[in-house]
């Protein structure tokens, strides 16, 4: 049993951090920089302590760690259906990377006093979180081209761009987190029912969502179309 845990599990991991250890520097930079930024606002006459953004940032890490994971398990021949069931949680906690553009309502609303710091501050997380989300969507678009062709990937993709928005949505407006489709399904569905049948009831919040989610697909594309150049 061990043994396959490690084969399984443990062995992709080892292999994604050998294989994506240049990102991973870059990562902890980013994170460390992050940190003390945030901890020198602490000495700051401000209530806008912005600790919230350590804890989004880890959270928008997750869909690129996860993805990584699952390249090195598809390359070592891993089962569909352990793929599938990682790529459950990667779509679940995808969101969060995009998520973290909304931040910036924090600028509307901080001090004056402070305005570029905290443009700063969250253009330091925020911009890093897209980027992280980009390069996780191209990993499991990597990996339904394996099985798919290019233009159904591409509406695949585009479906979970779109799906993405919805998840924003319900983070920012309705203050639900990614494990509430375990913790608390009975209330995310219900309110998922609700704002699919009623969308004008949240316009502003709508737009905003899907705005980010097509933002995500069309840089996506962006990208894949740069790969094709080089």
Known sequence: ??????????GPVKSAIKARRNLIYVYL???IAGTLLVLSRQFLDTDKTFLFLLWNFFLAGLPLILSSIMIQMSLNGTTRNSLMGLGFLWLLFLPNAPYMLTDYIHVIYGDRKYLLLDAFTLSWFAVSAFASAVISLKDISGLLLERFYTWQVTMMVLGICLMCSFGILLGRDLRFNSWDVIMKPQTLVTETVVRLTNPSADFYTWISSMTIGLLLFFVYLATKASDKVV
Request: proline share 0%; charged share 15%.
């Open 1 to 10: 049993m061990l043994y396959v845990c490690d084969m399984d599990v443990i």
């Open 29 to 31: 930079f980013i994170s």
